[in-house]
């Protein structure tokens, strides 16, 4: 087909440019735009110029990486999953490999993870790509301070590009606080310096020891409009706290928005504000209506010095004072003189005194039916705040801003803001019970990962609240007894050695070893409880047992006794040939290998199998639930298998520690796939033996399991699910302890009627089913309990369904698949603490206030030391 006529002078007047530049690059200009085609005629050197920069670019280029939710600091947490984004920009042409990063060794295993996901980038397009990635470092271990990342196409032995990608690991005890506010976040950057955000024992003046402990730390976004949330329900674990000042609820994203109903419903804790600035009406047509605890009713008040005299009175400062605006950050206006720490508990009440022009606003709220309601003090009946729970977790609507000017300046908001914002209890007291007040408190302890936030997975935190009892139990010894402690941990191999000391990469501080060693929340410890009793499950019901050391020793006996005395018998007394002897040993090490095998081989019936056990946890009323998944494989040769979830794109798979590995074991490595679909991939079994793998997902259920009340006091329980749950057991906790009611077997779709408490024995064994045994598993499950404010009154469903749950696939095929699944469902929770009781104010105690109020002890009149 011919050209029309009006273009022959463009082609022409190209090709002379071609001509002209004198580079073979310049003809590719013939086919280029219009635009393009003028500007070289237009301009030929700066044409030329830009043709010799693109040849100089690399064929790959790495922008930045970022780690959810953090916009710039490449912070994270060991022992959770982070979603990490990658930028990067393919130059010479389009691209198809897969991005991945390099091994990660697991603490005590001989085993590595490479996290991986497949890379599409299109030529001279910025392409995002986003990972999980989790970093376990063990306490003995430096710290990484990067982690390479590298492009490889697939069955290519060398990677294309690859490059270093930073990261800063953060003490597993501090929680994130996000800010999510319309205008710029600064306003919130003095919240890093209030004294609720960080241990009172700790010396203000030494920052390095302030970082490595603190209790929270902020993360405001880069653009004040798109704050840096992870899609993944499962990374928002390290987030304690977000606070939502005025920003619109469709500028986050949908799949956000999931991911915060989830994080929400096992214990996280959002706070809307309110007061001056845009009105909480934004939130009434969101996602987030279902769940408010109140309603903007449009009557909002202006208050002045008068009217804040009960806030003043009910949150007095703090011992510590609020450091000053640093440069930078703007000062309040007319902000008082901040009191001096004296070492006491708590100032005297600081009043508040609003510019004559400029009251505080407080946005009219009416509570919803079951929320609960906080004032602004004792006499006053105007309402500050109102709580609504969700699930774990709660919903905090503010009704005056806590950056206001006004507030900002007062030395009260540090009290406010920890014990209404982030319900943050106060520190325990240190010393003995006999020790006066003042010492006490001038010994206070600090705070764990536990009490800084709501946020509970049944599966890794099952007993954290008692392990953190006995940590900080511990901690208070060790103040008292002038040792130096040695923390050791288990064996680490490590393949790619890029966590070991060298003189450029020196070993840690005891401060950073010491920080790195407290617990945290939500972590993927597989030496957890319930990890413990599944392992031990998997291990029962394959069948393969080792052998004890009884057996060990009488073949080792035999043995000996075989190759030296009778050996040399027979050839001897006999045969009367001795150098014989010598000839016959290798033939009897055969037989006896072959001999012993034999005995402690087991006949299995198949090839290959997987065993498995599931836990389901589920919050009342909730159509989602979190599913943890503890399986072993097993093959009678050596295989590499493939676990994968092509159902759900929101799943992690990882290996699992068996704790029976031995020193100078192979190590191995496998690849943690998270898109397109979920898996693990190239797991290696050994012959005859179990390797162990876990995985976790949130799914969607076909319907909720709920408690309805009726009119007469009579309970129903609806199973709404497609599950059959048997062996249902009714656990409540009250003040008054524990009570279980027999439920028995609920059918999927079906109700049953709840009879009185403690009417029907409890089964303690679970019989006729063939697989995995859940009756130990079951037991712990119904005799657990939170003993923290923040889950008392609950009402909990325990019961177990047959097989593992579906929606995973095995390559190679599997001969038998078999599993039980556990079901833990919290029906309903209690009301949220309120901030003014004992656990969050000193005060609250008459006694205890008497104490504190009381002169304070000159130094010429020391405190008696208690009798021993």
Known sequence: MKRPARIAPALFAAVLAALALGDRAAMAQLSASDEERLQILSDPEAAKAKVKD?????????????????????????????????????????????????????????????YARDARLTKEQRSRLSLQVMVQRPPDIKSPTEIGVELIRPGAIRADEAWPVPLKLISPNQMLVVIMSKESSSQYAAWNRYPCFMPSSIDPGDAIALDLNRYYRLVMPEHADRPFLSPHPLTWGSISHVI???????????????????????????????????????????????????????????????????????????????APPQDGEEAAAEAPPRPAGNGRAYQPVAPLRPPPKRPVLLTGLKPRAGASRITLGEGSDRLLAVDGRVGRGRITMLAVNPTEPTLAAWPGIDTLVRRVVLRRPEEPLGGLPGVPTEARLSARGMLEAVDLSWYRITSRDHGAEAQAEADRLHSQDLARIPVKVQIKSPRVISPTGVNQPSASNPPNSEAEEAAMARAG??????????????????????????????????????????????????????????????????????????????????????????????????????????????????????????????????????????????GGEEASTAVCRSYPVPALEGYAVQPRSLALYRAEEYIDLPGAISLKAGAA????????????????????????????????????????????????????????????????????LRRSSDPLPEAAHEIRLVAWTPGPRGGQSFEPALDRHRGVTLVLVHLRQGDAPAPDGLRYNLLADESLRKALDAPARTPESPPRRPRR
């Open 54 to 114: 693109e040849k100089a670019r690399p064929p790959f280029e790495f922008f930045r990486s970022q780690f959810a939710p953090f916009d710039i600091l490449p912070f994270i947490k060991p022992r959770t999953w982070n979603t990490v984004t990658l930028e990067l920009r393919a130059n010479e042409a389009d691209y198809e490999g897969s991005l991945q990063f390099q091994p990660v060794a697991l603490p005590g295993m001989p085993q590595a993870v490479v």
């Open 713 to 780: 006091g009579q309970r129903t329980l609806i199973n709404a699910s497609e599950m059959e749950l048997r062996d249902a057991i009714l656990i409540e906790h009250a003040s008054g302890g524990r009570v279980q009611t027999r439920v028995g077997t609920i059918a999927p779709g079906a109700s049953a009627e709840v009879g009185p408490a403690g009417s029907s024995e409890i089964p303690e064994q679970v019989s006729g089913f063939d697989g995995p045994d859940p009756s130990l598993l079951l037991g712990v």
């Open 521 to 662: 929340i939500a972590e993927w410890r597989d030496t957890a409880p319930i990890p413990r009793l599944c392992r031990d499950a998997l291990e029962k019901a394959s069948g393969i047992t080792v052998p004890s050391s009884w057996f060990v020793l009488r073949v080792i006996a035999a043995y000996l006794l075989a190759i030296v005395p009778l050996n040399w018998l027979v050839f001897r007394m006999l045969l009367n040939r001795r150098e014989w002897a010598w000839a016959v040993v290798p033939l009897l090490s055969l037989g006896f290998a072959m001999a012993v095998e034999r005995m402690a081989a087991y006949d299995m019936g198949y090839d290959s199998a997987c065993d498995e056990v599931d836990l389901l946890e589920v919050h009342g009323g909730y159509p989602r639930a979190h599913l943890s998944r503890f399986g072993s494989l097993y093959t009678t040769g050596r295989e590499r298998y493939t676990v994968a979830f092509p159902d759900n794109p929101l799943a992690l798979a990882m290996p699992f520690n068996s704790e029976r590995s031995i």
């Open 244 to 322: 939502w000042d005025g920003l619109a609820a469709d500028s986050v994203p949908v799949s956000h928005q999931q991911a915060m109903l989830d994080w929400l419903h096992w214990g996280g804790q959002l706070v809307l504000v309110g007061g001056a600035g845009p009105s909480l009406t934004i939130f009434r047509d969101s996602f987030l209506q279902p769940y408010l605890p109140a309603d903007p009713d449009g009557q909002d008040v202006l208050l002045g010095e008068a009217d804040l005299k009960p806030l003043a009175a009910a949150y007095r400062p703090g011992a510590m004072p609020v």
